[in-house]
């Protein structure tokens, strides 16, 4: 049972992720490594999240870190 949960919570994770990456421009362009090579637009980026290829998988890993720290930033005191 605790498997198919974290199984859930992993497609949950991933869903979030793409629903992000749709929000992204379809003509943006977005560099992901050291090689030119390594450009990516949001569609192929979706595409990596799903099939959780290395990149997907860190493209889900940087996104986490985001939405994570995202509740320490000091967005209202400065409005105050």
Avoid: C, W
């Avoid at 996104?63 to 967005?75: G, V």
């Amino acid at each position: 049972n605790n498997n198919m949960e974290h199984q859930e919570t992993n497609k949950e994770v991933i869903n979030l992720v793409i629903a992000r990456l749709r929000t992204i421009p379809s003509d943006a362009i977005l560099s992901v490594g050291t090689n030119e090579n390594d450009s990516f637009n949001a569609t192929d980026l979706i595409e990596e999240v799903k099939n959780q290829t290395d990149i997907g998988k860190k493209i889900i890993e940087k996104q986490l870190f985001y939405l994570r720290h995202l509740k320490d930033l000091p967005i209202g005191e400065r409005y105050a």
